[in-house]
């Protein structure tokens, strides 16, 4: 790919400590991908140190979110959503995520994931950021807080979208890009079938690195670099160069994180 090509990973864990041996250098293969732009979601509390740390390291590429993940919605989740307040009340996010619902592991903390889900959208209108979505087996229950929140103002990214083309046009009409990542690589991740009927500017590149690594990497531990693959899987489906695919969803990207 082209070195003035600034591709967009939306959404990585670059603080994951399966990167420990060789953080820097696996964002350096990043970057002399065209792989220049690097968001990153919160999980709970016990990373924030980590993304710091990210940050200072590599400014200019690393912009951070903060938020408490779904599966991390424990007993504990008041105080967790405390720091999530404290934390955007002290310095600059770009977003609030990764927050939503994931009934996929375990369904028992339903009512505290949709508390927990709800209070940072309202932090996301407090702040004016946008907000990054996880949703795992629980759309209905996810579009039915959206559906009570929205705003004109509220916009945001579903993460790693894996819906029907219709829960695709209902994401969207929340004013929220679809995340776009390996699974549109994969055989079975269906997504590739009906892609090609979205408008382009509804769209944005992810790889959540560590996880889910493209087609050829699949079952390996993914990274930044690998976004490549999905953008030349993307210029395929849409009949587009690499460079216009790039170009387009690092765009979408701005629309936004405003940066």
């Not at 009934?103 to 959208?121: N, S």
Request: charged share 25%; glycine share 4%.
């Amino acid at each position: 790919m082209e070195t003035n090509i600034i591709i967009t990973d939306t959404h990585t864990h670059l603080y994951s400590e399966q990167f420990d041996l060789d953080r820097d250098q696996m964002i350096q293969r990043a970057i002399d991908a065209g792989v220049s732009r690097f968001f990153i979601p919160a999980i709970d509390s016990t990373c924030t140190q980590a993304m710091f740390d990210l940050e200072k390291n590599h400014p200019g590429h690393v912009f951070l979110m903060m938020g408490l993940h779904p599966t991390y919605v424990k007993d504990n989740y008041l105080e967790e959503l405390q720091h999530v307040e404290s934390e955007l009340a002290k310095r600059k996010f770009y977003a609030v995520g990764e927050i939503g619902i994931d009934l996929f592991w375990d369904k028992t903390h339903l009512k505290e994931q949709q508390i927990a889900f709800r209070k940072q959208i309202q932090l996301a209108k407090q702040y004016k950021l946008p907000i990054v979505i996880h949703c795992r087996d629980a759309f209905d229950e996810i579009f039915q807080i959206l559906e009570e929140e929205k705003s004109p103002e509220l916009i945001g990214i579903f993460h790693c979208f894996t819906g029907t083309y219709e829960q695709a046009l209902q994401a969207i009409s929340y004013n929220m890009k679809l995340g776009i990542g390996g699974v549109v690589t994969f055989k079975n991740g269906k997504i590739d079938q009906f892609l090609s009927k979205i408008e382009l500017k509804h769209l944005v590149l992810e790889t959540d690195s560590p996880y889910l690594a493209p087609i050829p990497f699949r079952r390996k531990r993914n990274e930044s670099s690998y976004l490549v693959a999905v953008v030349d899987k993307l210029a395929q489906i849409y009949s587009l160069s690499a460079i216009e695919i790039a170009a387009i969803t690092t765009e979408n990207s701005k629309v936004v994180f405003g940066i």
